[in-house]
């Protein structure tokens, strides 16, 4: 009787894709790449640890342990793009989910945790050229929806606000006229994070019920959050 494949912790490797291979210990944002967006208290080592613990916890949840395999070939190791983004999506929300309905705190480190199915270029002229693409499992014709464009720079001077997000909103109603702008809840955020000279997109659910995909914050039962409110207001 054949042994049973072992159990095996998710790497690394399970939760982020490279464009290309880069040397061991490199953390360098490249345009291509797939994964988290994680934010943290300052504590970097600890948010790492605490964030593999938390993904694999969740992911073993919804899609069991990870098996060591005795054979497999380089076509069975590459996962299909659109289908690891998905995965990726479908993780972090069932993370914030649960812990909306339990308001039980899992993390100290871990501020806000995002996913990006899609990355490219930072110029004007790239991103809403593959975000015509990006975007069609959402919005193109049959399919349609409410949305709302969600932008953040960091360390990038040349781009535009406004023009980043009037462009944009452009590509989704050509996608199909009935796609709207709801800004107060919209069904689907498109969430543009420009780091340096890559543009991060996902597209994600119930970003406002979830505080913005903050862990801390979702975690919080309502009278906690509504002691904090009152001595906020207290020192105005």
């Known amino acids: 009787m054949a042994a049973e494949p072992r159990a095996k912790r ?50 073993d949840q919804l899609y069991g342990p990870e098996k060591f395999v005795e054979e497999s070939n380089s ?3 590459e996962d299909d793009d659109a289908e690891a983004a998905l995965k ?5 929300h069932h993370i914030l989910k649960d812990l909306y309905a339990t308001k039980k705190k899992k993390t100290r ?26 975007l069609e499992p959402w919005f193109k014709v049959p399919k349609k929806a409410s949305f709302q464009i969600v932008y953040k720079v960091r ?4 781009m535009s606000r ?27 955020p498109i969430i543009v994070e420009i780091i340096k000279g890559v543009c991060c997109v996902s597209v994600v659910q119930d970003y406002i019920l979830f505080h913005k995909y903050n ?10 959050e509504k002691g904090e409110k009152k001595g906020l207001l207290s020192s105005l």
Not at 26 to 45: A, F, H, P
Not at 88 to 92: A, D, R, Y
Not at 155 to 158: A, Q, R
Not at 215 to 224: F, G, P, R, Y
């Open 109 to 134: 480190a871990i501020l806000r945790m995002l996913p990006v199915s899609g990355s490219c270029k930072a110029f004007m002229e790239e991103i809403p050229k593959y975000l015509e693409t990006f």
């Open 88 to 92: 990726k999506n479908k993780l972090v």
């Open 155 to 158: 360390n990038n001077s040349h």
């Open 215 to 224: 862990l801390q914050e979702v975690a919080k039962d309502d009278i906690e």
């Open 75 to 77: 076509e069975d190791e």
């Open 10 to 59: 998710r790497n690394k490797g399970s939760f982020l894709s490279h464009a290309a291979k880069k040397p061991r210990g490199s953390r360098e944002l490249e345009v291509g790449m797939q994964g988290l967006l994680i934010t943290c208290n300052m504590n970097e080592k600890k948010c790492t640890a605490e964030a593999y613990s938390l993904l694999n916890e969740y992911a």
């Open 162 to 188: 406004d023009d980043v997000i009037k462009a944009l909103a452009g590509v989704v109603i050509n996608l199909n006229a009935e796609n709207k702008v709801d800004l107060n809840h919209p069904e689907y």
